[in-house]
């Protein structure tokens, strides 16, 4: 809570990380389109084409949000995706205050499977990890972002995973212009009362 209250620094971003899974679905019986006095029409049956993952990064108070579907969820993924966000979206930053959840494959050792030493070393040392605590990835302000993805762009059937990175690159794109920030009300005091059974009891 502490850390969404600092005001903004460019050399300093606060970036929050998030990733959900989706399944792929494909029609079996192509849909009617619409016409005149007649709504267009989706067969219930549908196809399984496999489940991908979807990695969301967000900077709160930039409005900036950037999203990609990988085939699978391993540590090489996500250590992709952090490479990614540093080298290509953050390069001249020299540290990222990067918010995430506990999942296994949220590790700095994710960093030294994927890439050699002295790259994975140059990486760490620009991040500056602040997990979420556990039961609480709620905290995370990327989930705010994961449910706008899923309730304006995957309310819908998408079948292959390049027509999904297409789509969710187009709706990032259009949030990005936009300037959709997070108005983020929850501090640190309300937390003390709503989480109060996960602090210690002060004993005098």
Not at 185 to 190: A, G, I, L, N, W
Request: charged content about 25%; some cysteine; aromatic content about 10%.
């Amino acid at each position: 809570m502490d850390l969404y209250k600092q005001p903004y620094d460019e050399s300093r971003p606060v970036i929050c990380m998030d990733e959900k899974p989706y399944q792929l679905l494909g029609e079996v019986r192509s849909p009617i389109p619409m016409r005149e006095c007649s709504s267009k029409r989706v067969d219930n049956e549908y196809k399984r084409n496999g489940v991908c993952s979807i990695f969301m990064f967000t900077e709160p108070l930039s409005g900036w949000r950037y999203v990609h579907a990988r085939g699978r969820r391993t540590k090489i993924d996500w250590a992709l995706e952090i490479k990614e966000l540093l080298t290509v979206h953050y390069p001249n930053v020299p540290k990222i205050c990067l918010v995430m959840d506990n999942l296994n494959t949220h590790t700095i050792s994710s960093l030294y499977e994927a890439f050699p030493p002295d790259e994975a070393r140059g990486l760490v040392k620009r991040l500056e990890i602040h997990y979420t605590p556990k039961h609480g990835s709620w905290l995370n302000i990327a989930e705010t972002e994961l449910s706008f993805l899923s309730r304006q762009c995957l309310d819908k059937r998408i079948d292959l995973l390049d027509v999904l990175n297409e789509n969710m690159c187009a709706w990032a794109n259009n949030r990005n212009v936009s300037q959709k920030s997070v108005d983020w009300q929850f501090t640190t005091d309300d937390a003390r009362i709503k989480l109060k059974r996960l602090y210690p009891i002060y004993i005098q």
